[in-house]
């Protein structure tokens, strides 16, 4: 296998791909449904926020690995912040994976094993559309689909 | 058919001298010799293809039609040429009823607007199958809006062949159009299109015909089949893009209003009332593609060169390996496996999405297509969203597959 592709691919990701953590819709919850057009892909992520932070997140839906595993670890890395700290962190995560990818990514602990997409300009949307979703919810869920073009 | 006893071996002998001709299959990908199946989605030219255009750039270039210099003269006589190329590979009785379009998206759009907006009014039946690209669904809902008609959908069974009993009931007095695909780009499926026509012509219904898939596989004759309008895509014609062609019967296009207005397409201008040039010039406005054209003519000659009968044989024989080699991978499951296919290998994979099998193996030099190929409601009919797809082309060869399969393997090491 092709060292770009080693990057891609790595053991996290094929674990959270398998594995898909905080796979459910949180009830009660706000939810955001995410859609990419290119390939028909879904996502449902469902937040509950309390008092201006995360509780808990959530995400359903179907995808390639890449959609899911990142939609699953930024399940992860968003419980527990303040409604700016995640603001925050979508916008790290969104230059992570929009960076040159000459340059050394950006440390986002656990989430860096995403910075591989860098190299796959196709797939920065799938790793993308979870975090639009949740983007969506944290600004003031609006109703229509957000869509990742 | 003479064509099924060409053996397999001189076939492939001869595909791997026509990959020759296509310099692009020449080149690496990501350092890997280049396997390219996403044929489907557009064909690699020819060389041929690639000269006749800067040719025509180097010794020809001018607007046609207007002028009376050399260069005119020479520029007007080489799309007029191409379209008497485009006339005999498609077997029209006139060169005028050879419309120039961008792709095949425009001459459906043509077709629906033009004649759908003079024939179809509240009450009437526009049927197409349910295996339709979207370039022919969307036209003809848009017709449909527009005239009150309404849009019928032939279902498909589970192999993905066209239910022609369900044809049968569908198809009657209030039909006024059959709209349908000769070859399915998401299945592979050959719409039996005579049978098609005959009935619906029985029936007192016009057939358009959306070849955009078929022309580069089987030879067409559109007198033969009995078509009343046949489109095709030059991009899918080892051709340029940008260049389409739409075939009509001469009294259908003569009693059709013009689809859009401009230069070329008119006989005489006033401020009162214009009125309207002659075929095939009525139905193209404006400064035609002309090296497009120019391309396309000398596609279809290298087309005949090689011919349908080896063409045919050589695609037959390779699909057949194909099918067998790709439905061997533990946990692939093949979508559309009609009787009658052509070209296409539809599949999906336990566990692995077909964007992860693409991205793999796009890194092992196989190019193949993976998505919803334009035709959503076939993959809601199969409940996948969507699948991989190997598409072929004359130039393939067993080397092609056997890359293809053996990056399927790694695809199953990647997400064992
Ligand atoms: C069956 C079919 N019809 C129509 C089209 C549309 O062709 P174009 O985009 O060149 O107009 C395609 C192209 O993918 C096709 O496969």
């Known amino acids: 296998m092709s060292d770009g592709l080693q990057e891609l691919y790595q053991e996290v990701i094929l674990d959270h791909n398998r594995?898909?953590?905080?796979?459910?819709?949180?009830?009660?919850?706000?939810?955001?449904?995410?859609?990419?057009?290119?390939?028909?892909?879904?996502?449902?992520?469902?937040?509950?926020?309390?008092?201006?932070?995360?509780?808990?997140?959530?995400?359903?839906?179907?995808?390639c690995a890449i959609a899911k595993a990142s939609a699953s670890l930024m399940t992860e890395a968003l419980k527990g912040l303040t409604v700016a700290e995640a603001q925050e962190r979508f916008a790290q995560f969104q230059s992570m994976v929009t960076s040159a990818h000459d340059e050394p990514p950006a440390d986002l602990g656990k989430l860096s094993v995403l910075a591989g997409v860098r190299e796959f300009p196709t797939r920065v949307k799938c790793a993308s559309l979870a975090w639009h979703a949740a983007k969506a919810v944290l600004d003031g869920a609006p109703a229509a689909p957000v869509s990742t073009e | 058919?003479?064509?099924?006893?060409?053996?397999?071996?001189?076939?492939?002998?001869?595909?791997?001298?026509?990959?020759?001709?296509?310099?692009?299959?020449?080149?690496?990908?990501?350092?890997?010799?280049?396997?390219?199946?996403?044929?489907?989605?557009?064909?690699?030219?020819?060389?041929?293809?690639?000269?006749?255009?800067?040719?025509?750039?180097?010794?020809?270039?001018?607007?046609?039609?207007?002028?009376?210099?050399?260069?005119?003269?020479?520029?007007?006589?080489?799309?007029?040429?191409?379209?008497?190329?485009?006339?005999?590979?498609?077997?029209?009785?006139?060169?005028?009823?050879?419309?120039?379009?961008?792709?095949?998206?425009?001459?459906?759009?043509?077709?629906?607007?033009?004649?759908?907006?003079?024939?179809?009014?509240?009450?009437?039946?526009?049927?197409?199958?349910?295996?339709?690209?979207?370039?022919?669904?969307?036209?003809?809902?848009?017709?449909?809006?527009?005239?009150?008609?309404?849009?019928?959908?032939?279902?498909?069974?589970?192999?993905?062949?066209?239910?022609?009993?369900?044809?049968?009931?569908?198809?009657?007095?209030?039909?006024?159009?059959?709209?349908?695909?000769?070859?399915?780009?998401?299945?592979?499926?050959?719409?039996?299109?005579?049978?098609?026509?005959?009935?619906?012509?029985?029936?007192?219904?016009?057939?358009?015909?959306?070849?955009?898939?078929?022309?580069?596989?089987?030879?067409?004759?559109?007198?033969?089949?009995?078509?009343?309008?046949?489109?095709?895509?030059?991009?899918?014609?080892?051709?340029?893009?940008?260049?389409?062609?739409?075939?009509?019967?001469?009294?259908?296009?003569?009693?059709?209003?013009?689809?859009?207005?401009?230069?070329?397409?008119?006989?005489?201008?006033?401020?009162?009332?214009?009125?309207?040039?002659?075929?095939?010039?009525k139905f193209e406005a404006g400064t035609p593609h002309i090296e497009g054209a120019v391309g396309l003519g000398a596609a279809t000659r290298f087309i005949r060169r090689i011919g349908f009968d080896w063409i045919a044989a050589h695609e037959a024989d390779l699909l057949a390996y194909a099918t067998a080699a790709v439905s061997a991978v533990p946990g692939v499951r093949l979508v559309g496996t009609a009787p009658v296919k052509a070209s296409i290998v539809s599949f999906v994979m336990d566990g692995v999405h077909p964007h992860d099998i693409g991205t793999v193996v796009d890194r092992m030099g196989v190019a193949i297509r993976t998505g919803h190929h334009c035709a959503q409601p076939v993959m809601a009919r199969f409940g996948v969203p969507a699948t991989a797809r190997a598409s072929l082309a004359m130039y393939n060869t067993r080397e092609d597959i056997d890359q293809l399969v053996d990056a399927l393997h790694d695809v199953r090491r990647v997400f064992a």
């Not at chain 2, 017709?143 to 062949?161: Q, S």
């Not at chain 2, 000769?182 to 012509?201: D, F, K, W, Y």
């Open chain 1, 19 to 63: 594995r898909p953590r905080n796979f459910r819709v949180i009830a009660g919850g706000a939810t955001q449904e995410g859609y990419n057009p290119l390939c028909g892909d879904r996502v449902l992520v469902s937040m509950a926020i309390d008092h201006g932070v995360v509780r808990d997140v959530a995400f359903e839906g179907q995808g």
């Open chain 2, 1 to 281: 058919m003479a064509a099924d006893t060409v053996p397999a071996v001189e076939t492939a002998a001869r595909a791997a001298s026509i990959r020759e001709e296509f310099p692009i299959l020449g080149i690496e990908a990501h350092g890997r010799r280049l396997a390219y199946l996403d044929n489907a989605a557009t064909t690699q030219k020819p060389r041929e293809v690639i000269d006749a255009i800067a040719g025509y750039y180097t010794t020809s270039n001018a607007n046609v039609h207007r002028g009376v210099h050399l260069l005119s003269e020479r520029a007007t006589a080489a799309f007029e040429g191409a379209r008497d190329d485009v006339a005999a590979y498609f077997g029209a009785a006139h060169r005028h009823e050879i419309i120039f379009t961008r792709n095949a998206t425009e001459g459906i759009n043509l077709v629906a607007q033009s004649w759908g907006g003079r024939h179809l009014a509240a009450g009437d039946e526009v049927l197409i199958s349910a295996m339709e690209h979207h370039s022919n669904i969307v036209p003809w809902q848009l017709a449909c809006e527009r005239t009150g008609a309404v849009l019928k959908v032939v279902p498909i069974d589970d192999r993905g062949a066209l239910d022609m009993e369900a044809f049968g009931r569908l198809l009657g007095p209030r039909t006024k159009i059959v709209a349908m695909t000769q070859l399915s780009n998401a299945l592979g499926t050959v719409t039996p299109m005579a049978e098609i026509i005959r009935a619906a012509h029985d029936a007192g219904a016009v057939v358009l015909v959306d070849g955009a898939q078929a022309a580069y596989h089987l030879p067409v004759h559109v007198q033969a089949l009995g078509a009343d309008f046949y489109v095709a895509t030059g991009h899918k014609l080892y051709g340029p893009t940008g260049i389409g062609v739409l075939y009509g019967r001469e009294a259908l296009l003569d009693a059709m209003p013009p689809y859009q207005g401009g230069g070329d397409m008119i006989a005489s201008v006033t401020f009162e009332k214009s009125t309207w040039n002659t075929l095939p010039y």
